[in-house]
T-cell receptor, first 113, second 117 residues
Framework: NAGVTQTPKFRVLKTGQSMTLLCAQD?????MYWYRQDPGMGLRLIHY???????AKGEVPDGYNVSRLKKQNFLLGLESAAPSQTSVYFC????????????FGSGTRLTVV | AQKITQTQPGMFVQEKEAVTLDCTYD???????LFWYKQPSSGEMIFLIY??????QNATEGRYSLNFQKARKSANLVISASQLGDSAMYFC??????????????FGKGTMLLVSP
């Protein structure tokens, strides 16, 4: 029972480089989310998806793109990384938007130098 | 304006004592949910307790209880009989409909709890 798996777990990027963070869930959840966590800021929603082929912007979407081509996968892309995107990224999923169960991945620590 | 406010950046408590972590929220919706998560130093997000806006009784999960005061828009977490393993960051979160109509989870900035022997 893997739940939500994030890859990679750690990554160091140079400014201007691009990368994709992968989130995979095996619970047949409809909703998936990408958050970033910065010291003193809590978790802030970047983008989310309410089903295969759909995405929507969250609180801090600038500089990121997402895709949900398959129900089980939610990809977060950084086209041109900036030091301000240094953060811990969490993916989460839920069966619906009204439930009480949100399953979180273990996080990806990204450093942009 | 913040939707979730946690006014205590840090809290200290002695082992075996009870501690209350404060959380106030702001919403105009009638249907919403309130959550508490624990984040130990290892980094994972651990679900602790949930309170629905229509739930009349305060939620309890083992040593955790949620003191829900709807009129005051507060959802404080009470940890009874603190243990050393309770030392962690604690986040309050609220589920409510976003502008798109779909519900998302909004987090507070967190409270760092340190339990001393």
């Amino acid at each position: 029972n893997a739940g939500v798996t994030q890859t990679p777990k750690f990554r160091v990027l140079k400014t201007g480089q691009s990368m994709t963070l992968l989130c995979a869930q095996d619970m047949n959840h409809e909703y998936m989310y990408w958050y970033r966590q910065d010291p003193g800021m809590g978790l802030r929603l970047i983008h989310y998806s309410v089903g295969e082929g759909t995405t929507a912007k969250g609180e801090v979407p600038d500089g990121y793109n997402v895709s949900r081509l398959k129900k089980q996968n939610f990809l977060l892309g950084l086209e041109s990384a900036a030091p301000s995107q240094t953060s811990v990224y969490f993916c989460a999923s839920s069966y619906s938007g009204q439930g009480r169960r949100y399953t979180f991945g273990s996080g990806t620590r990204l450093t942009v130098v | 304006a913040q939707k979730i406010t946690q006014t205590q950046p840090g809290m200290f408590v002695q082992e075996k004592e009870a501690v209350t972590l404060d959380c106030t929220y702001d919403t105009s919706d009638q249907s919403y949910g309130l959550f508490w998560y624990k984040q130990p130093s290892s980094g994972e997000m651990i679900f602790l307790i949930y309170q629905g806006s229509y739930d009349e009784q305060n939620a309890t999960e083992g040593r955790y209880s949620l003191n829900f005061q709807k009129a005051r828009k507060s959802a404080n977490l009470v940890i009874s009989a603190s243990q050393l393993g309770d030392s962690a960051m604690y986040f309050c979160a609220m589920r409510e409909p976003s502008n798109s109509g779909y519900s998302t989870l909004t987090f507070g900035k967190g409270t760092m709890l340190l339990v001393s022997p």
